[in-house]
């Protein structure tokens, strides 16, 4: 399938290279309201342009941190037609039996546990874990080498900075900022 990917910063080209790594894809090129070429893929212009580039791409992923910006562009995507999709690196480790909502990124080395629940729009950074039971929200996003115990609850839009950690039975709320200090249950 050919991929448009909204985003050519550092996180769009890693989405880049994880789609092409899982043979799944062909890249037709990026959306970015400030980049320049990425590699030999075009950046056919910015985000306000995305309607005139829908017949260039069978899918689309945003690919963009900010989890209220991939909200909302994620958003635009759809009222303009395209048909989202989710990028899964090949070296990343997804149960069957979890749930991935569309449009999220799976990144080299992350593991989605036993009946794991992402919403729409979820990045799960390189070496992240989401472990059985978990649920992440729309939007959530977990850095690099962050970890989700089991039964644990990561909020809509929350994000969870690199290394950060959530013990057992743990609840983020919807929008927080987890940094790298751990979250972990007293009682």
Same mark, same amino acid.
């Given at each position: 399938?050919?991929? @448009? ?10 989405? %880049? ?9 062909? @890249?037709?090129?990026? @959306? ?6 990425? $590699? ?10 995305? *309607?005139? $580039?829908?017949?260039? *791409?069978?899918?689309?992923?945003? *690919? ?8 909302? @562009? ?7 037609? +395209? ?55 729309? +939007? ?14 990561? #909020?809509?839009?929350? $994000? ?8 057992? #039975? ?12 751990? %979250?972990?249950?007293?009682?």
């Amino acid at each position: 399938m050919r991929l @448009l990917i909204v985003g050519a910063g550092g996180h769009g080209k890693s989405v %880049a290279e994880a789609a092409l790594a899982s043979g799944s894809f062909t @890249l037709s090129g990026f @959306l970015d309201d400030q980049a320049k070429n990425v $590699w030999e893929f075009p950046v056919f212009g910015g985000t306000q342009d995305m *309607a005139a $580039w829908r017949e260039a *791409a069978d899918v689309a992923i945003v *690919a963009i941190g900010n989890n209220l910006l991939r909200q909302q @562009l994620q958003q635009q995507l759809m009222q303009a037609g +395209y048909t989202l999709t989710s990028v899964i690196h090949p070296r990343a480790t997804v149960s069957p039996s979890a749930e991935l909502g569309v449009g999220s990124a799976i990144m080299a080395g992350s593991i989605i546990g036993t009946e794991a629940k992402l919403g729409v729009g979820v990045i799960v950074n390189s070496g992240a874990v989401v472990d059985h039971n978990c649920v992440v929200g729309n +939007y959530g996003h977990l850095g690099v080498a962050s970890a989700m115990a089991g039964g644990t609850q990561l #909020g809509a839009g929350a $994000w969870m900075q690199a290394g950060a950690a959530l013990g057992c #039975g743990v609840e983020v709320l919807p929008g927080a900022f987890l940094s790298s200090v751990s %979250a972990f249950r007293t009682e």
